[in-house]
C-alpha cells in the first residue's frame, strides 16, 4: 500500500476547529497535499524550520498526513484555512507537540504570500486562547535569524527564556535559538 492511500479526506480527528477573524485551524486534509507540496518545497519556508528538508522527499507530505491523523499521535496539526474569507485553503500550518506534565510546544509557518500580513500572529493568538490540549505551559522557539517569528511570540506574551540552538534539516547545520514559554491559564 502506498502513503497516499494511507489517509483519506474523511478521517476524523478529536481536534477541535478554531475559528479566528480571517481564517478557521482545522485538522489536516488529504487535499491539503498539494498546497503543503508546494509550501513546503520552499526554501524560505524549510530553513526557517527545525524537521522540513529540503529538497523535500517525495513522501514527506504524505508521511505528515498520516502523523496528523494517526489516533496515538503526540503532536497535534491545524491548516490555518482562509477559504471561508477567499483566501487559500492553507496559508500555513500551527502544531503543539504535547510534552510531559501538561505541558505543550508550539511551532507554526506561514506561505510567503502571507508574511507580514498578520496571519501567524492571529493564528498563534487564537491556538493560544482555545488551548486546545489544556496545556499549563506552552514553549516555543525561533531562529535568531528570525526577528519576526521572535515579535509574534513576544506581543503573544512569551517570556523570553534564553538562546539554545537545534538542527535544522533544511540547513544541515546547528543552528542559534532564541526559547520562550507563556503560562496558561487553567482550561475552561
Given at each position: 500500500m502506498n502513503s497516499e492511500s494511507r489517509i483519506s479526506d474523511d478521517i476524523q480527528t478529536n481536534q477541535p476547529v478554531i475559528h479566528a477573524a480571517r481564517f478557521a485551524l482545522r485538522p489536516l486534509a488529504a487535499s491539503d497535499a498539494g498546497l503543503l507540496e508546494r509550501y513546503l518545497s520552499d526554501q524560505r519556508v524549510a530553513t526557517m524550520t527545525r524537521v522540513i528538508p529540503h529538497p523535500l522527499p517525495p513522501e514527506y507530505i504524505a508521511n505528515m498526513l498520516v502523523r496528523a491523523n494517526d489516533v496515538e499521535r503526540t503532536e497535534d496539526f491545524w491548516a490555518i484555512d482562509g477559504s471561508a474569507n477567499e483566501h487559500a485553503e492553507v496559508m500555513g500550518v500551527i502544531k503543539l507537540s504535547r510534552l510531559d506534565r501538561n505541558q505543550s510546544?508550539?511551532?507554526?509557518?506561514?506561505?510567503?504570500?502571507?508574511?507580514?500580513?498578520?496571519?501567524?500572529?492571529?493564528?498563534?493568538?487564537?491556538?493560544?486562547?482555545?488551548?486546545?490540549?489544556?496545556?499549563?505551559?506552552?514553549?516555543?522557539?525561533?531562529?535568531?535569524d528570525n526577528p519576526s517569528s521572535a515579535r509574534i511570540l513576544t506581543n503573544a506574551e512569551f517570556a523570553y527564556l534564553?538562546?539554545?540552538?537545534?538542527?535544522?534539516?533544511?540547513?544541515?547545520m546547528v543552528t542559534p535559538t532564541w526559547t520562550y514559554a507563556r503560562k496558561m491559564g487553567k482550561p475552561a
Open positions: 510546544e508550539l511551532r507554526y509557518w506561514v506561505a510567503p504570500a502571507f508574511w507580514n500580513t498578520g496571519i501567524a500572529t492571529e493564528a498563534v493568538e487564537a491556538i493560544l486562547s482555545a488551548n486546545p490540549q489544556g496545556a499549563s505551559d506552552i514553549y516555543a522557539e525561533v531562529f535568531q534564553g538562546d539554545a540552538e537545534t538542527f535544522s534539516v533544511a540547513r544541515n
